[in-house]
């Protein structure tokens, strides 16, 4: 396994990937359906002179009452209607990094020294209200929101650093005792990879140590997923791992011989038993079943 510098992903990753794997994520059909793979799927490009701001994107989030596209992009955020694109800037005019909708006219950001959430206000434009600005100290220098997961009623806020909660109005802290490298949800579980020390679960401010959570202590794991009955992990660099009993085992097949060859850098699950992969070096794929991969 080969070690990875905690910010190595910040000036490596191609967003071309990101972005690929995203927005199929979108356009594919809601996870516990069954997926066809027969026929050709409907795709459509909107280029920087589409949606009026910076080429690079770093999120997308799917708000599943109204249909409307939120984006994290180098300028703001940005939402599209299937029509119309607007954009919506952060006091500090930086980057939104990580998104999230509630569903419920929420839409949780973070970026650069800087998290909240933007909601409709009266005049029907979307307002932005800090929720970092509130924390009892500032927000450390150079800190950076990096993934956002609503667990229950719990809001969590990932950096390298720490994890923010957000809960019924209130904010606490707590920091990690390594550096947080990918925090994941499962299951109704939240578990997350910290630096030289492994998987580890995490819950209302709590990091322990998972069976078997070592295995991956020079490796780094950013895909937590069950694959029919198995419980499974992708890692950037070291391909996918298959849990037998109190063990982690790589898994040797023809889809973790291509993540290791190209660097996993997103997953999203579709179904119990169709997972598709976003790499930094050959686009998005989709594994089925048996692990036989299908290009994007």
């Given at each position: ?225 069950n694959f029919g009955a198995n419980e499974m992990v992708g890692t950037t660099l070291d391909g996918l791992f298959k849990k037998a ?12 011989e291509f993540l290791r060859k190209n660097q996993l850098n997103r997953s999203v699950q579709l179904s119990d038993t169709t997972m ?21």
């Amino acid at each position: 396994m080969r070690n990875i510098a905690p910010f190595q992903e910040k000036q490596r990753v191609r967003l071309a990937a990101v972005h690929a794997l995203l927005f199929m994520g979108m356009l594919l059909p809601a996870y516990g359906q069954p997926v066809p793979f027969t026929g050709n799927y409907f795709f459509k490009n909107y280029d920087k002179g589409a949606y009026k701001a910076h080429s690079q994107n770093w999120d997308l989030h799917q708000d599943t009452t109204t249909g409307f596209l939120y984006i994290g992009n180098n300028q703001g955020l940005l939402s599209f209607d299937g029509t119309r694109w607007q954009t919506y800037l952060l006091p500090s005019r930086l980057p939104v990094r990580a998104v999230l909708s509630d569903h419920q006219g929420k839409v949780y950001v973070g970026g650069y020294e800087e998290f909240g959430f933007f909601e409709v206000a009266k005049t029907g434009a979307l307002e932005y209200i800090s929720l970092s600005d509130s924390l009892p100290q500032k927000i450390a220098n150079n800190e950076e929101i990096w993934q956002i997961i609503r667990q229950d009623s719990t809001v969590h806020f990932q950096s390298f650093t720490a994890i923010y909660e957000y809960k019924d109005g209130q904010l606490t802290t707590h920091k990690g005792p390594s550096y947080l490298l990918y925090l994941m949800s499962n299951q109704g579980q939240l578990a997350v990879h910290l630096q030289n020390m492994g998987l580890y679960a995490y819950k209302n401010g709590d990091y322990q140590l998972m069976e078997g959570g070592s295995t991956f202590k020079n490796s780094r794991v950013i895909a937590w997923f069950n694959f029919g009955a198995n419980e499974m992990v992708g890692t950037t660099l070291d391909g996918l791992f298959k849990k037998a009993g109190k063990i982690w085992g790589s898994w040797n097949c023809e889809a973790s011989e291509f993540l290791r060859k190209n660097q996993l850098n997103r997953s999203v699950q579709l179904s119990d038993t169709t997972m598709m992969f976003g790499t930094i070096k050959d686009g998005a794929s989709w594994s089925i079943k048996k692990a036989k991969f299908w290009s994007i």
